[in-house]
């Protein structure tokens, strides 16, 4: 376990960082073998399949994510606090909460996935397998919450390491698995998603005996589910507020994907190929920013408030010392990059998706800084138990989503929602609307989160407290 709120915060970023960077490259790693085996073994139509169906994936995955974040804030605020009996009594509400919510989410999926593959506009040549595909991932739920949760108390506490390596272990498995169940025993997409929910589970296990092994401080007894009204809802107030959150902004992506994939497969496949890369080149981010919430919990607990402005600002430092390299390596390899998912590249049609999926990440990744800004003081606010402002930005992102589909998709597109797989923003026609609807809108809410983010921090106190101010 690892104090934060003693040492240099820059080193302590850095060092806490690093860890939850290499698992986020390790769980993409075996995402991304997904997509390369599914494209080389099944084509871009599987590819697209699985594509289709990512703002849900993605929506499943964040509700979950969100939720162990927000409850693990409230962890690492009794942890900087050294109030390590209300800690595990956090924890087992965690527990309790989350595990509910998660059965409520299988439930929903398998009941209602027809009419919301059919409202996703999926066309009939990729239905079944987008089917087949997001019912798997569903069904593992259960094992991705398992790892979540854990991991999340761990880093709450400061220990991003053991997490790392037990991801490495299930990631090299993955990828095993990938290469058994699609082109040996010809699963299909139904067999990554197997692979993936395989190696989540094998994640969870071994993080639960390393907790059971050498995190005694952080199991549960029976006598530690103890709910009070003031503490239910403090807990939910921090869980849910970030799912809320995070789910917001899914719910928005599902509206965009519906709007994507009227364009037909050539411009999906594009779009989940980028969308891929895209998610590698802000790992950076999410590393920095998991640390920055970490960051700011534990010393708020420890009511060391000159140590969170000082944090914060060697956060952004690093942030914004990424979005020049990201900058750099996608317009330098971006093609290459994207070549490594798409086949038949040097097909009339493969071409065309390599440049349209190109055209979108160099758009993207040119309004980094606005993102990095933007990512940063939101986890900052979250860390200082400040979640209403971030909700607020996600709820105007998925307002802006809405208008894209809407206005800016037909206002390229012309009358028709037209367009197709080329370079230019001519021949992309409508879909151009997606590709700058990002970028106008990380502008427009990093602004509004600086004018706010600056304002919180300067009503905080001056000086630091002699003890934590955290409730009983």
């Not at 999906?268 to 895209?278: D, E, L, S, V, Y």
């Not at 919430?293 to 420890?302: D, K, L, M, P, Y």
């Not at 802006?400 to 809407?406: H, L, Q, R």
Request: contains cysteine.
């Amino acid at each position: 376990m690892r104090d934060l709120t003693r040492g240099r915060p820059i080193k302590l970023i850095i060092t806490f960082a690093l860890p939850i960077l290499l698992g986020s490259l390790f769980q993409q790693a075996y995402s991304l073998a997904d997509i390369i085996i599914i494209g080389q073994n099944l084509g871009n139509d599987s590819i697209a399949a699985v594509g289709a169906t990512a703002p849900v994936v993605s929506l499943l995955f964040n509700i979950i994510n969100g939720l162990v974040t927000g409850f693990a804030i409230v962890v690492a605020e009794y942890f900087g606090a050294d109030n390590y009996p209300e800690m595990r009594r956090t924890i087992a509400r965690m527990l309790v909460f989350s595990g509910t919510m998660v059965a409520l989410m299988i439930l929903g999926v398998v009941i209602f996935i027809e009419p919301l593959l059919h409202a996703l506009d999926i066309s009939d040549a990729i239905f079944k397998e987008a089917q087949g595909y997001l019912l798997i991932v569903a069904l593992g739920l259960v094992v991705t919450l398992l790892y979540n949760f854990e991991a999340g108390i761990l880093r709450a506490v400061g220990d991003s390491v053991v997490p790392l390596v037990i991801l490495v272990i299930s990631t090299v498995l993955n990828i095993g698995l990938d290469i058994l169940l699609v082109p040996v025993l010809k699963m299909g997409v139904v067999g990554a998603a197997l692979a993936t929910v395989a190696a989540q589970a094998i994640s969870a296990a071994v993080c639960l005996v390393y907790l059971i092994k050498r995190r005694p401080i952080l199991l549960v007894k029976r006598t530690d589910f103890v709910f009070t009204a003031e503490s239910a809802s403090r807990l939910l107030a921090a869980g849910f507020g970030m799912a809320l959150m995070y789910s917001i902004v899914d719910i928005g992506s599902i509206v965009l994907q519906n709007g994507i994939n009227g364009f037909g497969e050539d411009i999906i496949t594009a779009h989940t190929a980028a969308r891929k890369i895209f998610s590698l080149t802000i790992m950076p981010f999410s590393a920095v920013c998991a640390t920055l919430v970490t960051f700011c919990s534990q010393n708020r607990g420890a009511g060391k408030y000159t140590r969170i402005r000082k944090g914060i600002r060697d956060g952004l430092l690093l942030m914004l010392g990424w979005a020049t390299i990201a900058v750099l390596v996608v317009f330098l390899g971006g093609r290459s990059l994207i070549g490594m998912i798409v086949t038949d590249i040097d097909t009339p049609e493969g071409a065309a998706i390599v440049d349209t999926a190109v055209l979108y990440m160099r758009w993207s990744v040119s309004f980094y800084y606005c993102l990095a800004v933007l990512l940063g003081l939101r986890s900052s606010l979250q860390g200082l138990g400040k979640s209403l402002v971030p909700i607020i930005c996600s709820i105007i992102e998925l307002s802006w989503k809405i208008v894209t589909v809407a206005v800016m998709i037909p206002l390229f597109g012309g009358s028709e929602k037209s367009g197709a797989a080329g370079k230019t923003i001519e021949e992309i026609g409508g879909y151009f609307g997606v590709v700058i609807s990002e970028p106008i809108i990380w502008t427009v809410c990093a602004v509004m989160i600086a004018v706010i983010a600056i304002a919180t921090l300067h009503r905080l106190p001056r000086e630091d407290e002699p003890a934590a101010a955290v409730q009983q």
